[in-house]
């Protein structure tokens, strides 16, 4: 099921694409549309990387892999304030530990809050993504 996702999200980004990409299976999904369908996709990563082409995938958004393939690389706050809060960005992808019913994603904790089964790292920059990107997968 999760190649099955992977694949389908690749097959809906076009080569115009701006996508802000996230760690995991929507790096994976932007990264084999910029190999097959979409050469000339824009991959943006939360770190600030613009254009970048990895050879390998990132194992996190301060992968070393990231910068050395960008056009360029920016300050986080110039990503969001610029890129992401300025509509530039056609496509975001967010990853999920659970989603509800209605889309909402749990960032938080698996399990009571106050003795949670799993904890889990948090939104970082998603609520942004969620509300600047044109379109979110």
């Known amino acids: 099921p999760n190649e099955m996702m992977t694949i389908a999200a690749s097959r809906a980004l076009k080569n115009d694409d701006v996508c802000f990409v996230g760690i995991g299976a929507p790096s994976a999904a932007c990264n084999v549309a910029r190999l097959t369908h979409a050469p000339d996709i824009t991959l943006i990563y939360e770190s600030g990387t613009i254009g970048t082409a990895p050879d390998v995938l990132p194992l996190s958004i301060g992968d070393g892999e990231l910068c050395e393939t960008a056009v360029t690389t920016v300050a986080v706050p110039e990503?969001?304030?610029?890129?992401?809060?300025?509509?530039?960005?056609s496509k975001g992808f967010l990853g999920a530990a659970q989603l509800d019913k209605f889309g909402n994603i749990n960032?938080?904790?698996?399990?009571?809050?106050?003795?949670?089964?799993?904890?889990?790292?948090?939104?970082?920059?998603?609520?942004?993504?969620?509300?600047?990107?044109?379109?979110?997968?």
């Open 79 to 89: 990503m969001f304030r610029y890129w992401l809060q300025g509509g530039r960005i």
């Open 107 to 137: 960032t938080t904790v698996i399990g009571d809050y106050f003795h949670p089964k799993t904890r889990l790292p948090g939104g970082g920059g998603a609520p942004e993504i969620a509300t600047s990107s044109k379109e979110i997968y």
